[in-house]
């Protein structure tokens, strides 16, 4: 278990926190605190997240056998409405709205985000968008893909297109309201002393994806209202038999979807950078370095998504241009793994649960990020492109980077978010599982699609069935793995031991409030004094960086430290 650093500004037990200060649905459905409405968007997202599982087994249960179980029609159902949830519905929001939202303020020394009641109107969005898809799905679900290419889309597919579309469109409004409330909140809220510099890099990675999401965000919302427009009023404008281009649609579409991946990423790798300098208790090497690089990543991820139109009618000239700029962006992603690598080299490393899911992310983003500079390559894309090898490589990003950062960092903040510590033994052996459950899914999928296995297709010849067997294997041990994880979390809900202020002796503002926090967050505005990940005078810190507040005498550790307030 983590090592218990003094106890820091507690409410002590029983006190007030933002839990029981207030009981009640209606407490906290009309909630403004930025904490409560992290709790909403956990809930929500994770039924999200189940439902989206429970797809991408179904889709791996057909292709055990090379006939397929469902007809391909159903098949093809299954697999949007997986990649549709697990998109727009799960990864989207998971970091930014769940951690970020939790965190952010608290982190910045701030009461809450500027605009509660936005925040509150972004949860709602989300709920009412993500009901939509639902509904869409439950009535029969979508056939397009996740991707809604055009003409199909608009002119062809008899599905509920418009209804999903709609959903996704009214989500699209959540995650603006959410990157306006992080922007605004980190430029005007931040707490005494604490500079563009001291910030936590979880900020600035939050900072750039909220970049990113007011500035791609608003293109999806268009290009879906104008798929919707034309599917119901029949314009030309996607369909080229209506003198539209389908092409359009896919430069629209991809516009926003490339940085996407960025808005799905990107605060997971605020998390990692977290959880690697708290569990090995050093500063990040090269903190600038790794705060400027969210930017670069932010403003380069909108500079490639030509990458996603190589078979198209692009141009070979253009299509050189974006597979440079695809390279180039790798470049700031490489940074960050290599500073996290440096970070690791003679830290006191701990291999507590959070540390395994961080170093899970490094590996699984290596072999993800390596991948994808095979499909930004012109020549050898043309060979892989709809292949599994695509869906291996983004899997490898979006399971192996996104999802393993949120459950990293779910771990590491799980204490200070609910009050309670969930079960060290069975959490390292979920993630262990959780990791070979994952190889063991999409490894294979690489060598699949090499040999030529396209994606979405229900049946496939014989010769491929040992690797889609041995993957459908992998998925039933990730799957245990997630199940593991869900159970032992809400289990620890009533049996877990009580979490104290900073059990990982971990440094950030976050950490000198009680868990859970306040409503208010601290008790009196802190004062920051101190360098981001400054470990080793940490105690004495405490002391130095809250002037005039009242310190409980009975706290030994701080006393060996000398203070000088
Ligand atoms: C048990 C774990 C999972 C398995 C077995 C699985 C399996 C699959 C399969 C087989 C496909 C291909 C459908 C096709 O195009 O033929 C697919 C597509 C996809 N998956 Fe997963 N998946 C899993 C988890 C996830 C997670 C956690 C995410 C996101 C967080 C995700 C996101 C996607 C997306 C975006 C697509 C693309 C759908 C499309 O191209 O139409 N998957 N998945
Ligand atoms: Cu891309």
Redesign the pocket.
């Known amino acids: 278990m983590p090592s218990e650093i003094g106890a820091v500004h507690t409410n002590g037990d029983g006190g007030l926190n933002y839990l029981n200060n207030g009981h009640g649905l209606r407490s906290w459905l009309l909630t403004k605190d930025h904490k409560r409405i992290a709790i909403l968007y956990l809930i929500t997202v994770s039924i999200f997240f189940v439902i989206g599982g429970v797809f991408a087994l179904l889709i791996r249960i057909n292709l055990l056998s090379p006939s397929g179980l469902f007809e391909p029609d159903t098949y093809n159902r299954l697999f949007t409405a997986h990649g549709v949830i697990m998109v727009f519905f799960f990864l989207v929001p998971a970091v930014p709205a769940i951690l970020g939202n939790f965190l952010l303020p608290i982190m910045i020394g701030a009461k809450d985000l500027a605009f509660p009641k936005i925040n509150l109107l972004s949860w709602y969005c989300y709920i009412v968008g993500a009901c939509f898809g639902l509904v869409a799905i439950i009535a029969g679900g979508v056939d397009t893909g996740w991707t809604f290419y055009t003409p199909y889309s608009t002119s062809f597919s008899n599905s509920n297109v418009l209804l999903v579309g709609i959903g996704i469109f009214i989500v699209g409004f959540s995650s603006i309201l959410t990157g306006l409330n992080f922007i605004v909140t980190v430029h005007t809220m931040r707490a005494p002393g604490m500079t563009w510099f001291r910030l936590p890099l979880f900020i600035w990675a939050h900072y750039a994806t909220a970049l990113v999401i007011m500035l791609a965000t608003p293109v999806l919302a268009i290009t879906v209202a104008l798929m919707a427009i034309e599917r119901v009023a029949h314009v030309g404008i996607f369909d080229p038999s209506m003198g539209g281009d389908p092409v359009l649609f896919q430069h629209m579409f991809?516009f926003y979807?490339?940085p996407a991946?960025y808005i799905m990423v990107l605060p997971a790798m605020g998390v990692v950078s977290e959880l690697i300098a708290n569990m090995s208790r050093k500063n990040i090497f090269g903190y600038k370095f790794v705060a400027m690089s969210s930017l670069a990543i932010a403003v380069f991820?909108f500079l490639?998504?030509g990458?996603?139109l190589f078979v198209s009618t692009q141009s070979v000239y253009l299509g050189l241009i974006f597979s440079f700029l695809?390279y180039a962006v790798a470049i700031p992603s490489a940074i960050k793994v290599f500073n996290w690598t440096a970070t690791l080299f003679k830290g006191s490393i701990s291999y507590d649960t959070p540390m395994l899911y961080g170093l899970g992310f490094i590996g699984l983003f290596l072999i993800g990020g390596m991948t994808?500079l095979f499909?930004?390559a012109l020549g050898l894309d043309v060979h892989i492109t709809d292949t599994y090898f695509v869906i291996a490589h983004f899997h490898y990003v979006m399971v192996g980077g996104s999802l393993m950062g949120f459950l990293g960092g779910l771990h590491l903040w799980w204490g200070k978010m609910t009050g309670r510590n969930y079960p060290e033994y069975w959490a390292r052996a979920a993630a262990v599982i959780q990791f070979v459950g994952f190889n063991l899914t999409f490894f294979p999928q690489f060598l699949l699609g090499y040999l030529g296995m396209p994606r979405r297709y229900a049946s496939y010849p014989p010769e491929f069935q040992l690797l889609h067997v041995l993957s459908t294997a992998g998925a039933t041990i990730l799957g245990i793995g997630m199940l593991m994880t869900i159970s032992y979390f809400i289990w620890s809900l009533k049996n877990g031991t009580r979490a104290t202020p900073n059990p990982w002796g971990a440094s950030g503002l976050e950490w000198h409030t009680s868990s859970p926090p306040p409503t208010e967050n601290f008790l009196t505005t802190p004062i920051v004094t101190w360098e981001a990940y400054e470990f080793a005078p940490m105690e004495t810190m405490d002391v130095l960086g809250y002037p005039g507040e009242p310190h409980t005498p009975a706290q030994p550790v701080h006393s060996e430290h000398g203070t000088e307030d």
Request: charged letters at 0%; aromatic letters at 16%; zero cysteines.
């Open positions: 991809w979807s490339h991946v991820g490639v998504w990458h996603h695809s994808g499909t930004a």
